[in-house]
C-alpha cells in the first residue's frame, strides 16, 4: 500500500481510469467541510444525545414537535452550507463517464447542488416533508414556522422525508445501491464511519465481487482494514486531487 499523498492520489486515479463501472458511497464527513455537522465524533450531533431521542419513529411519536425542532435546526443550518471540493470534484468524475452511481447516507441535498446526477440517497432528503398517515410528499426550501407541519390532504402530521433507526431504507434506494456495488470495479468510500448498516456492507460487497475499495477518511473505521487504499486525509484534500489526475493525461 503506498504510504504518500501524491502515490496515492495516482493509484487511486489509475484504478478509476481503468475501471469499467465505478461507485462511491459517502458519509457525513463528506460534507463537514461545508460546515455541516457529522453525527458521530467530536462536535457530532449524536454528541451528548442518544440518536433515539431524535432519529426513531417512537421519538416521533412521543414528541413530534421536539423532533421538529430537531430538524429545523438543521434545515437552518444548511441554508448557510454550499457544496464543497469534495462534492465538486465527484460532479465532475461524473460528468467524464457513463458509468459512475454515487449512493449516499447523506440528507442533505449538497451532491445534487454540487450537479451531481446520479444520486442514491440511501436515507432519504431532509428537505422532503411527507405525510405519516397518507401518501402525500412534498419538497421544501424554507423552515416552517409551525411547531408539526400539517398534512393539506388529510391533516395528518408531516415528517421529514428521512430514515429513521429502525426503519426500513426505501426499496429502490437500496436496489440501485447494491447493484451499484455489485457490479463496480472500483468503489471510493468517502467520509462515513461504516458503522451504520446497511450502508456500512455495501463496501464489503463491491469487494466481495472483485472491486476495489478506496478510503478516504482522515480517522479510521471498521472499513480501513481491509479497503484496498487509504487515504487518511480530508475528503475535499483527497477528491480534488484525485479529479485533478484523472483531468490530466495519463
Ligand atoms: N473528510 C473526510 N471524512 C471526514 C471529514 C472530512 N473532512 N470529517 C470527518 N470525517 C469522517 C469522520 O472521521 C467519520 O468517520 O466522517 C465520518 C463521519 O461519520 P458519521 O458521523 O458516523 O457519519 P455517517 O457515517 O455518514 O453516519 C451514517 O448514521 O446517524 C446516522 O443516519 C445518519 O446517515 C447517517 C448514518
Known amino acids: ?88 470534484a465527484l460532479a465532475e468524475i461524473e460528468k467524464d463517464r457513463t458509468d459512475f452511481c454515487l449512493i449516499t447516507q447523506n440528507v442533505d441535498g449538497l451532491h445534487r447542488a454540487a450537479g451531481s446526477r446520479n444520486v442514491v440517497e440511501l436515507h432519504g432528503d431532509i428537505w422532503i416533508d411527507r405525510c405519516g398517515v397518507c401518501d402525500y410528499a ?17 391533516d395528518g402530521m408531516m415528517r421529514p422525508g428521512v430514515v429513521w433507526f429502525g426503519e426500513t431504507l426505501p426499496p429502490d434506494a437500496i436496489d440501485a445501491a447494491q447493484t451499484a456495488a455489485a457490479q463496480c470495479a472500483v468503489m471510493l468510500v468517502i467520509g462515513t464511519s461504516s458503522m451504520v448498516q446497511p450502508a456500512a456492507s455495501l463496501a464489503m460487497v463491491a469487494q466481495h465481487h472483485g472491486a476495489k475499495v478506496i478510503e478516504i477518511n482522515p480517522e479510521s473505521t471498521p472499513l480501513t482494514a481491509d479497503a484496498n487504499l487509504v487515504i487518511a486525509e480530508k475528503a475535499g484534500t483527497a477528491m480534488a486531487a484525485i479529479a485533478k489526475a484523472l483531468s490530466q493525461p495519463e
Open 1 to 88: 500500500m503506498c504510504d504518500n499523498f501524491s502515490q496515492q492520489v495516482e493509484q487511486a486515479a489509475d484504478w478509476i481510469r481503468s475501471a469499467e463501472r465505478l461507485s462511491a458511497m459517502t458519509g457525513a464527513g463528506v460534507s463537514a467541510e461545508s460546515g455541516v455537522p457529522t453525527f458521530r465524533g467530536a462536535g457530532g450531533l449524536w454528541e451528548g444525545r442518544r440518536a433515539e431521542e431524535m432519529a426513531t419513529p417512537e421519538a416521533f411519536r412521543a414528541d413530534p414537535a421536539c423532533v421538529w425542532r430537531f430538524y429545523n435546526m438543521r434545515r437552518d443550518r444548511l441554508l448557510q452550507c454550499a457544496p464543497n471540493a469534495a462534492h465538486q
Open 138 to 154: 412534498e419538497r421544501v426550501t424554507e423552515v416552517s414556522q409551525a411547531p408539526i407541519p400539517r398534512c393539506p390532504k388529510c
